[in-house]
């Protein structure tokens, strides 16, 4: 009797296929380009004034 309870209490070996989702629609990336050419020629010049002063001091450690 403790066998057949037993086999009732067990789960199922197979699991039902769950719901498929729907592919999600292809949608193209947003092209920030021109939003935010402003902010890429910002960065240019941080990096341009940023190498100026970095050789401009490695120029004054020797001179000095």
């Known amino acids: 009797m403790a ?7 067990r ?6 296929n769950p719901a498929r989702r ?3 629609r ?3 990336p947003p092209d920030y380009r ?3 050419a402003d902010v890429r020629q910002d960065l240019f ?3 341009v004034w940023g ?3 970095t050789v ?3 120029v004054a450690s020797f001179v000095i």
């Open 3 to 9: 066998t057949s309870s037993r086999a009732n209490r």
């Open 11 to 16: 789960r199922p070996t197979q699991r039902p």
């Open 22 to 24: 729907p592919a999600a």
């Open 26 to 28: 292809s949608l193209e």
């Open 34 to 36: 021109r939003e935010y």
């Open 45 to 47: 010049w941080i990096a």
């Open 51 to 53: 190498g100026l002063l």
């Open 56 to 58: 401009a001091m490695i």
